[in-house]
């Protein structure tokens, strides 16, 4: 895992995940169809099934990228809190795979046979609990760590500045069943700042030259 590559892999993790959520957006009402009833959202599903089904893949391909991207980023840092965040960016990635994949994968039976218990049960336990409040939390701490371990001494004060704002906003998506006024909105806003930080990320890895990893002395200046 050179850090081009590692460059690379988040510049297509940020798009790949935006062009899949406009699209999703655009033909499923997605991801405010999740809380309509039931029956609509099966009939969504169906309406454009081919469609929704192929775009919910490339999302999940954009998801699994972070099982790699947290093994390049890893290798950028010897700071003891990176070696935290490869496992957890890694797990991330699982969560987010596992809970996306249903659309793939078990959503299509359930829609054609009108299985609601199963499309519920589904929707909560992959949806709702795996990909989604584990996915928010894995998210905002593998970013919070990273931060911790490359510090301002990588690209300036406005690098952990942006993440973290952008960590913080996704991570008050674990409280998003409570039905918390205002916290879909802002973890939204958090994923919109989360892909600027990747794309600047990236942008930080292909510009500097030095090849070097930074040291926990370096992480806190």
Do not use: C
Not at 36 to 65: H, M, Q, R, Y
Not at 150 to 172: E, K, N, Y
């Amino acid at each position: 895992m050179t850090r081009k590559l590692t460059a690379a892999l988040l510049i297509a993790a940020a798009v790949l995940t935006n062009v899949a959520f406009t699209a999703l957006g655009s033909v499923f009402d997605y991801p405010d169809i999740l809380k309509k009833p039931t029956d609509e959202i099966l009939a969504a599903f169906l309406a454009n099934e081919s469609t929704v089904i192929a775009w919910f893949a490339v999302l999940a391909l954009s998801a699994a990228l972070f099982a790699p991207i947290a093994i390049g980023v890893g290798r950028l840092s010897s700071h003891r809190a990176m070696r935290i965040a490869v496992p957890i960016g890694i797990a991330a990635a699982v969560v987010q795979v596992v809970g996306l994949s249903r659309w793939v994968f078990l959503i299509p039976s359930y829609a054609s046979a009108g299985d609601r218990t199963a499309f519920e049960t589904a929707h909560h336990v992959l949806g709702t609990l795996i990909g989604e409040t584990l996915g928010y939390a894995l998210t905002a701490a593998w970013t919070l760590l990273v931060l911790v371990a490359l510090g301002r001494a990588f690209a300036g004060s406005w690098f952990p500045a942006l993440g973290g704002v952008a960590a913080v906003l996704i991570a008050t998506g674990v409280v998003s069943p409570l039905g918390v006024p205002g916290v879909d909105f802002a973890n939204f806003l958090g994923y919109v700042l989360w892909s600027v930080w990747l794309l600047a990320f990236a942008a930080t890895l292909l510009w500097h030259r030095s090849p070097a990893r930074v040291s926990p002395v370096a992480a806190r200046r």
